[in-house]
Antibody, heavy 119, light 110 residues
């Protein structure tokens, strides 16, 4: 069965960086686009960007361009989200999600990773 | 890219029908038929309910239905049940290939 398993909670100070992972299993990893979203406390879902698992191409939401990096490792079927210059408002649960080929929706999601930015 | 606009909350009694609206622009909701809806319980991963405006994935109850007119998409929940109490988000692909979510609607079953 399809599973997306994310890394555990992280705590960072303002100005630091964080890297979150999402390991996929149960399907052909390279056939899919993978996306990252987040939800800050009391807020809605916010789209961050995508990485094409097959070739590593990326597309980032304008808000995060310049401080986000999304990568993938085909040898481990994992994707990574790195966010730099963290501010207090980056405290959120970060989710990865899968987009089926030639579709425009997210059919499987990771369990979420809480990133807390605190001094 | 601004978030799509949803009502903050909608409520209904068991058995009733409710409709959640999602308003965007001609650059997202109105540009194509790539609108999806997600059900989100606190502390859980979001669940796909509707894709391509009105299609239901296998296993999703037919009590959930979607539609679109112009720049506004809608999700209707019929035969409301207590288990439907959750947050609901619309999502649309934008012209630049990224996506944008709605502001979210909390559904309460009275």
């Amino acid at each position: 069965q399809v599973q997306l398993v994310q890394s555990g909670a992280e705590v960072r100070e303002p100005g630091a960086s964080v890297k979150v992972s999402c390991k996929a299993s149960g399907y052909t990893f390279t056939n899919y686009f993978m996306h990252w979203m987040r939800q800050a406390p009391g807020q809605g879902l916010e789209y961050m960007g995508l990485v094409e698992a097959g070739n590593g191409n990326t597309l980032y939401a304008q808000k995060f361009q310049g401080r986000v990096t999304m990568t993938r490792d085909t040898s481990t079927s994992a994707i990574y989200l790195e966010l730099s210059s963290l501010g207090l408002d980056d405290t959120a649960v970060y989710y990865c999600a899968r987009e089926p080929p030639r579709q425009c929706f997210f059919d499987y999601w990771g369990q979420g990773t809480l990133v807390t930015v605190s001094s | 890219q601004s978030a799509l606009t949803q009502s903050a909350s909608v409520s209904g009694s068991p058995g009733q029908s409710i409709t959640i609206s999602c308003t965007g622009t001609s650059s997202d909701v109105g540009s194509d038929n790539f609108v999806s809806w997600y059900q989100h319980y606190a502390g859980k991963a979001p669940k796909l309910l509707i894709f391509d405006v009105s299609k239901r994935p296998s296993g999703v109850s037919d009590r959930f239905s979607g539609s679109k007119s112009g720049n506004t998409a809608s999700l209707t929940i019929s035969g409301l049940q207590t288990e439907d109490e959750a947050d609901y988000y619309c999502c649309s692909r934008a012209r630049d290939g990224t996506y944008v979510f709605g502001t979210g609607t909390n559904v309460a079953v009275l």
